[in-house]
């Protein structure tokens, strides 16, 4: 049973037309982070989630947002999404924010800007 | 941060072993060990982790150096479920968790 759903898998939008990406989790994890992977590259930290306290990536766009309502869910808003946004979206979670926590990652949302 | 580096691509014939290499010589004494793959059209999946002794778990080993300036991931018996990415990770300084992904190492499985 998926433990990190990401939804939608694909999501389409248009340039510059707010979208938000989700995440929920059934782990009861405390931290949650999103990552943003281009073709052919590897996965970037935009920024996570320790319980309620938010820590942005310092070279991370004014343009992304997020929020967490609660434990198990976390969304990530792009406010006017341009061409350079399209990208895989990875949500994942972990028990802690030590250095032996593993962790778990969702399958991703797939956005493009049209 | 501490930094890794491994090769960029690798092969291998199906079930046979497969030891994947990484340096991080500029580790410190706290710093975790991390692995993890990325299968096509996924989000990536956690391998295995260690600190100071080889690891063993259900997908692979980790075998770490004495001096802990690098590790060797090894998968017993490969298939061709396991052609992915593999990526060595330190979590960074100051036990925050943070992954920094490299490019990791392309690992290609020949039937």
């Known amino acids: 049973d998926a433990m990190v759903i990401q939804n939608p898998r694909y999501q389409v939008t248009q340039f510059g037309k707010p979208v938000t990406l989700s995440c929920s989790q059934t782990?009861?994890?405390?931290?949650m982070y999103w990552y943003q992977q281009k073709s052919s590259q590897a996965p970037k930290l935009l920024f996570h989630y320790y319980d309620k306290d938010f820590n942005n990536e310092a070279d991370t766009p004014d343009n992304f947002q997020s929020r967490r309502p609660n434990t198990s869910f976390c969304f990530l808003d792009i406010r006017s999404p341009g061409l350079g946004d399209a990208a895989m979206y990875l949500c994942?979670?972990?028990?802690?924010?030590?250095?032996?926590?593993?962790?778990?990652f969702g399958d991703g949302t797939r956005l493009s800007i049209l | 941060d501490a930094k890794t580096t491994q090769p960029n691509s690798m092969e291998s014939n199906e079930e046979e072993p497969v030891h994947l290499p990484c340096n991080h010589s500029t580790i410190s004494g706290t710093d975790y060990i991390h692995w993890y793959r990325q299968l096509p059209s996924q989000g990536p999946e956690y391998v295995i982790h260690?600190?100071?002794s080889n690891v063993n778990n259900r997908m692979a080993s980790l075998a770490i150096a004495e001096d802990r300036k690098s590790s060797t991931l090894i998968l017993h018996r490969a298939t061709l479920r396991d052609a992915a990415v593999y990526y060595c990770?330190?979590?960074?300084?100051?036990?925050?968790?943070?992954?920094?992904f490299g490019q990791g190492t392309t690992l290609q499985v020949k039937p």
């Open positions: 994942a979670t972990s028990r802690g924010s030590w250095g032996n926590q593993p962790q778990h």
């Open positions: 782990l009861n994890h405390n931290v």
């Open positions: 990770i330190l979590p960074t300084s100051g036990n925050t968790g943070k992954l920094i």
């Open positions: 260690g600190l100071t």
